[in-house]
């Protein structure tokens, strides 16, 4: 076995989302892993093969990596000591009342690793965090331990997704320091993913500040394309145009492309609203806030899309929600998630019991999340239970499930046939044929 292949011990600090399937993952890749969590509970049901969340092919993969021997959790940070490699994989919420990033878990996570980091050993920021702070954090490490390095390795998950992101990445991002330290942190970073390397995966080795930018301008060049199609469904919806058509239409120019140019209720959950936001606070302290302030409008094309379909649903419900029953079809921000952190759905859902709708939402995976968080909304396991006499039936996450409802025998559920697609994702056609008024936004009414 060559050196670059070696397996490595390995701890991961914070074993939340992207934690725990990061730590997973690299016990997957063949090194000793453990992952610290200071939630002790958090910890113990992850020793025990528990997934706190839902995300496809973890639960299998977290059992089958606990199952080899080689992935524990702790929630003692002494338990990293003698690691090669300490990923820090905390989060990095949006700060209360402002738009910047709360680093409060980053400086507490890395305060408590600089107490068993030994020298030589490597730290590996993954958190999205504000340009910055890598080069503030190396200089801590530095003071602390001279022979360790600091370098930022963004994470690029998509909820739904991220085992199939972490083990097959698009991409590896190296930000590393110029010098020996340098060349030493991307041969370690070569050793901890010789897998995916061996793939031929493209690599970027930068420094600090653009490997800390990458993540965030990914996420405000997708939010920026969401919200770029939804603004033309607002102009759709004024001129009689068809925004789903214009969508196919544009998306066929490979300069475009039809990824993520699907119109509808915008986006929401733990990662592009907070990080656009985040993006604009940072660009501010740095003097260059005139470089992102198209990134608010972009935050307002998205939140105007909550208002226009609670809109929507008062026009269908002819010109009044009192009173009427309304089935919320979805709750997490996105399908194939559990995640309701920044839901458009549930936003929507709860303006609609603010103006006097008896709502009833339902989600095959969120429910529970629902109940937990937002009490004040009536939960159901069904879509049948939900649209139950319903007058208007919502479509506002696109799960399979949903998207494959039998039209003609969920309307002898309802008491008024009248669907809103919040996702443009229903065939328009067949629930028409089945007696449903439908309506979408930015589609023609026919």
Same mark, same amino acid.
């Given at each position: 076995?060559?050196?670059?292949?070696?397996?490595?011990?390995?701890?991961?600090?914070?074993?939340?989302?992207?934690?725990?399937?990061?730590?997973?993952?690299?016990?997957?890749?063949?090194?000793?892993?453990?992952?610290?969590?200071?939630?002790?509970?958090?910890? @113990?049901? =992850?020793?025990?093969?528990?997934?706190?969340?839902?995300?496809?092919?973890? @639960?299998? +993969?977290?059992?089958?990596?606990?199952?080899?021997?080689?992935?524990? #959790?702790?929630?003692?940070?002494?338990?990293?000591?003698? *690691?090669?490699?300490?990923?820090?994989?905390?989060?990095?919420?949006? %700060?209360?009342? !402002?738009?910047?990033?709360?680093?409060?878990?980053? @400086?507490?996570?890395?305060?408590?690793?600089?107490?068993?980091?030994?020298?030589? /050993?490597?730290?590996?920021?993954?958190?999205?965090?504000?340009?910055?702070?890598?080069?503030?954090?190396?200089?801590?490490?530095? /003071? &602390?331990?001279?022979?360790?390095?600091?370098?930022?390795?963004?994470?690029?998950? &998509?909820?739904?997704?991220?085992?199939?992101?972490?083990?097959?990445?698009?991409?590896?991002?190296?930000?590393?320091?110029?010098?020996?330290?340098?060349? %030493? $942190?991307?041969?370690? +970073?070569?050793?901890?993913?010789?897998?995916?390397? *061996?793939?031929?995966?493209?690599?970027?080795?930068?420094?600090?500040?653009?490997? !800390?930018?990458?993540?965030? *301008?990914?996420?405000? #060049?997708?939010?920026?394309?969401?919200?770029?199609?939804?603004?033309?469904?607002?102009?759709? /919806?004024?001129?009689?145009?068809?925004?789903?058509?214009?969508?196919?239409?544009?998306?066929?120019?490979?300069?475009?492309?039809?990824?993520?140019?699907? $119109?509808?209720?915008? #986006?929401?959950?733990?990662?592009?609203?907070?990080?656009?936001?985040?993006?604009?606070?940072?660009?501010?302290?740095?003097?260059?806030?005139?470089?992102?302030?198209?990134?608010?409008?972009?935050?307002?094309?998205?939140?105007?899309?909550?208002?226009?379909?609670?809109?929507?649903?008062?026009?269908?419900?002819?010109?009044?929600?009192?009173?009427?029953?309304?089935?919320? +079809?979805?709750?997490?921000?996105?399908?194939?998630?559990?995640?309701? &952190?920044?839901?458009?759905?549930?936003?929507?859902?709860?303006?609609?019991?603010?103006?006097?709708?008896?709502?009833?939402?339902?989600?095959?995976?969120?429910?529970?999340?629902?109940? %937990?968080?937002?009490?004040?909304?009536?939960?159901?396991?069904?879509?049948?239970?939900?649209?139950?006499?319903?007058?208007?039936? =919502?479509?506002?996450?696109?799960?399979?499930?949903?998207?494959? +409802?039998?039209?003609?025998?969920?309307?002898?559920?309802?008491?008024?046939?009248?669907?809103?697609?919040? &996702?443009?994702?229903?065939?328009?056609?067949?629930? /028409?044929?089945?007696?449903?008024?439908?309506?979408?936004?930015?589609?023609?009414?026919?």
């Amino acid at each position: 076995m060559s050196e670059s292949e070696r397996p490595l011990k390995i701890s991961v600090i914070g074993c939340g989302y992207l934690g725990a399937v990061h730590a997973a993952s690299m016990a997957e890749l063949g090194h000793e892993v453990v992952g610290v969590e200071n939630d002790v509970a958090k910890a @113990e049901g =992850l020793a025990q093969g528990r997934v706190p969340f839902f995300e496809p092919g973890f @639960e299998e +993969l977290l059992r089958r990596s606990l199952a080899s021997g080689r992935l524990s #959790f702790t929630s003692d940070i002494k338990d990293a000591e003698g *690691a090669a490699v300490h990923f820090l994989c905390v989060g990095t919420p949006q %700060r209360r009342g !402002e738009y910047a990033a709360d680093l409060t878990y980053v @400086e507490m996570a890395t305060a408590s690793l600089l107490d068993v980091l030994g020298p030589g /050993e490597l730290v590996v920021g993954k958190s999205t965090v504000p340009v910055g702070t890598a080069a503030r954090l190396a200089e801590l490490v530095a /003071e &602390r331990v001279p022979d360790a390095v600091l370098a930022w390795n963004p994470e690029f998950l &998509r909820e739904g997704f991220a085992v199939q992101d972490t083990l097959h990445p698009d991409r590896l991002v190296y930000g590393i320091p110029d010098g020996p330290d340098g060349a %030493r $942190a991307e041969q370690v +970073l070569d050793t901890v993913y010789a897998r995916i390397v *061996a793939d031929e995966t493209p690599k970027v080795v930068t420094d600090y500040a653009t490997a !800390e930018m990458v993540k965030t *301008a990914a996420n405000s #060049f997708l939010a920026t394309k969401i919200s770029f199609i939804n603004a033309m469904a607002e102009l759709c /919806e004024a001129t009689g145009a068809d925004v789903k058509q214009l969508a196919d239409a544009i998306g066929h120019d490979d300069r475009i492309g039809r990824k993520f140019l699907n $119109a509808g209720l915008g #986006f929401g959950g733990g990662c592009l609203p907070k990080d656009i936001r985040a993006f604009m606070a940072r660009a501010g302290e740095l003097g260059a806030d005139q470089a992102l302030t198209f990134l608010r409008e972009v935050d307002n094309i998205n939140m105007r899309r909550r208002i226009r379909m609670v809109e929507l649903a008062r026009q269908v419900c002819d010109g009044s929600l009192l009173g009427k029953r309304i089935a919320v +079809l979805g709750a997490a921000f996105k399908p194939e998630s559990d995640d309701i &952190r920044d839901s458009p759905a549930l936003n929507v859902a709860a303006q609609l019991q603010l103006q006097g709708a008896t709502v009833l939402v339902t989600d095959p995976q969120a429910g529970e999340n629902v109940r %937990r968080h937002w009490a004040q909304l009536d939960c159901v396991d069904t879509p049948e239970e939900a649209a139950r006499n319903a007058d208007a039936v =919502l479509l506002l996450t696109e799960w399979r499930q949903y998207k494959e +409802l039998d039209p003609a025998a969920f309307g002898k559920v309802v008491k008024t046939r009248r669907v809103l697609d919040g &996702r443009n994702a229903l065939d328009r056609e067949a629930w /028409e044929a089945a007696g449903w008024t439908y309506r979408a936004l930015g589609r023609r009414n026919l």
